[in-house]
């Protein structure tokens, strides 16, 4: 190659590399924006609001998501681990279908678990109805647990989030090698001594983030907690923002709500400290299972059955049973539209939330250093972000802005722009963005790793520009992830509630929305039939998991 050629080359390569820069660092600020706005709206509301909320609702507000994030915690470990142990190490009849089955209920949005469990277990329900007829006994008579409560909602989650616990401590456990294991037993230790003592330590990893991952998850959700009247900080922002139009209130809840969910994700990292596993050399001995004999079999069935069937069986049943005895139609134009907007809104959001991934990870790959650590780093922050918070912060900026620019156009030209940002799709799309990023990230770096460093080598020898290089070697070895990656994020939008809620354009509503509102005015019955769809959806990335699953 002359040297004029090279020199065009590397113009070309530095212009890519410049483009994607600027591109990188973009989604990173669209990333960063809500938080420095909820700072900045929380700090600027003033000193009275937030002494209100001290002397009444914020209390109240933190023990319940306390309460909450403990419960969801303790539970999701239990049955999360407890479940991958039994389907990993041990054998009895049914284990294979275990193995998928206890993956199933992770394709169920918690408030829709609420909607059939509120119309089975509540007062009017089947089982209370069942009951007073059996045994005669009047409403004061006797006393059943009460669904609408933080116990309630702690079950509903526990039941849709204890699957993050078991598909990442499942893959703990089949990584580790026998060896640690089979030398404690060989002291003396016994088998549940060994697994306490060796084990769940060399898991703890990553049962320590499936565990975060279900408390994040938590710590988001606005549809269980506000259909059961649970007071915490998510309800507290849309009544603040909706209910009460104080804006300073919302702003400053949410900044106790980021502030909650950034302070779980730094203590969890810095408990965990300099902890490092290492295998034991070369040799890596998969432990043989154990087979489970006398009253350990049915023990074990029953321990890996009941999440399972309350989990997924049982509220499927319901709800199917509730959508024939209800009056609304799929095929209706009313219905039509909700379909036509949810898969709108979804399939955008992760064509966006995808080119935005890819643009960070390959940046990523393409010039390592602390600019493309940062950018990285801020994008995966938007799953620690709850979709409240992410629609306050970003209706308080642009809400700003337009009122500015609609009072400047009518002092200059006596012309109203009205409301140009806020309230638009786009500004919707782009809290789905920043909320999902992170899983869009997580499964694009993961194709990422099967591309060897030498192909990028061999596409620059031949003078391949960055982004052709993308275009011609990356994404087509990378299109099994980047398809996960879109249907993981359009489920995802699919599922979404309070962003949805706060933000959504005037008379643009979603199957999500329908089954709250439905569900709000105790119309169960019509609220399962949308339950029902965005259930359905929600299996497809189930499915993909559990052939992974099959599979390994």
Same mark, same amino acid.
């Given at each position: 190659?002359?040297?004029? /050629? ?28 809500p ?19 001290m ?13 909450l994030?403990s419960?969801?915690?303790l539970?999701t470990f ?17 284990v ?5 089955a ?23 329900g ?10 005669g ?23 849709v ?8 401590a ?7 090698s026998?060896s ?20 769940l330590?060399?898991a703890?990893p ?8 279900a ?18 900080f ?12 104080d804006?300073?209130?919302a ?8 502030s909650?969910a ?5 203590l969890?990292?810095?408990q965990?400290?300099e ?5 034991a ?8 299972p154990?087979?489970?004999r006398?009253?350990?079999?049915p ?12 989990g ?60 493309s ?9 938007g799953?620690?972000?709850p ?15 337009d ?14 722009? /009205?409301?140009?940002?806020?309230g ?10 920043i909320?999902?990023?992170?899983a ?6 993961g194709?990422?790793?099967m ?7 061999a596409?620059r ?21 980047l ?11 699919m ?32 609220a ?12 497809l ?7 992974q699953?099959?599979r390994?």
């Amino acid at each position: 190659m002359s040297a004029s /050629g090279m020199i065009g080359s590397r113009r070309q390569r530095a212009g890519g590399s410049a483009f994607l820069r600027w591109l990188a660092g973009s989604v990173a600020a669209i990333c960063l924006l809500p938080i420095v706005a909820v700072v900045l709206a929380a700090v600027t509301g003033g000193a009275d609001t937030i002494t209100h909320l001290m002397g009444t609702v914020l209390p109240g507000y933190a023990a319940t998501t306390v309460l909450l994030v403990s419960l969801v915690s303790l539970g999701t470990f239990l049955i999360g681990v407890g479940a991958a142990w039994l389907v990993t190490m041990t054998r009895f009849p049914g284990v294979r279908v275990f193995e998928i089955a206890l993956v199933l209920p992770l394709a169920f949005p918690a408030y829709v678990l609420a909607y059939a469990y509120t119309f089975l277990l509540d007062h009017p329900g089947i089982v209370q109805t069942t009951l007073r007829d059996v045994t005669g006994w009047g409403p004061r008579d006797y006393w059943f647990p009460e669904v609408r409560s933080p116990g309630g909602a702690a079950v509903m989650l526990v039941l849709v989030l204890y699957p993050y616990v078991y598909l990442l401590a499942r893959a703990a456990f089949l990584q580790q090698s026998a060896s640690a294991f089979l030398a404690a037993r060989a002291l003396g230790s016994s088998a549940w001594r060994a697994f306490l003592r060796v084990s769940l330590p060399m898991a703890r990893p990553a049962i320590a983030a499936g565990v975060l991952l279900a408390v994040m998850e938590t710590i988001a959700d606005f549809g269980t907690v506000a259909y059961f009247g649970v007071q915490t900080f998510a309800t507290g922002i849309y009544t603040s923002w909706f209910s009460l139009a104080d804006r300073g209130a919302a702003a400053q809840l949410a900044l106790c709500l980021l502030s909650f969910a950034l302070l779980l994700a730094v203590l969890e990292r810095s408990q965990r400290g300099e902890a490092r596993y290492h295998g034991a050399g070369k040799q890596h001995h998969r432990m043989p299972p154990g087979e489970l004999r006398g009253w350990h079999v049915p023990a074990a069935i029953v321990l890996c059955g009941v999440p399972v069937f309350f989990g997924f069986l049982l509220p499927v049943v319901v709800l199917a049973d509730m959508g024939l005895g209800s009056e609304q139609d799929l095929t209706s134009r009313r219905y039509v539209g909700f379909i036509r907007n949810s898969v709108t809104l979804a399939g955008v959001a992760a064509g966006v939330t995808l080119l935005a991934a890819i643009v960070v990870g390959f940046y990523r790959r393409l010039v390592p250093g602390r600019f493309s650590l940062a950018a990285v780093y801020v994008a995966r922050l938007g799953y620690a972000v709850p979709g409240g918070v992410i629609a306050v912060g970003l209706l308080v900026p642009f809400a700003a802005f337009d009122n500015a620019l609609d009072a400047w156009m009518r002092s200059r030209f006596d012309i109203s722009t /009205g409301l140009l940002l806020t309230g638009s799709i786009w500004l919707l799309v782009a809290a789905y963005m920043i909320r999902f990023l992170a899983a869009a990230l997580g499964a694009y770096e993961g194709g990422q790793a099967m591309v060897h460093a030498n192909m990028d080598a061999a596409a620059r020898s031949l003078g391949k520009t960055p982004l052709a290089t993308l275009r011609r070697v990356h994404l087509p070895i990378l299109s099994p992830s980047l398809l996960t990656a879109l249907l993981i994020v359009f489920v995802d939008v699919m599922k979404e509630l309070p962003a949805t809620l706060i933000m959504r354009p005037f008379n643009f509503d979603t199957l999500a929305v329908q089954a709250y509102r439905l569900a709000s005015d105790e119309r169960l019955e019509g609220a399962a039939v949308p339950s029902l769809v965005i259930l359905a959806v929600g299996l497809l990335p189930v499915i993909l998991i559990c052939r992974q699953v099959g599979r390994q």
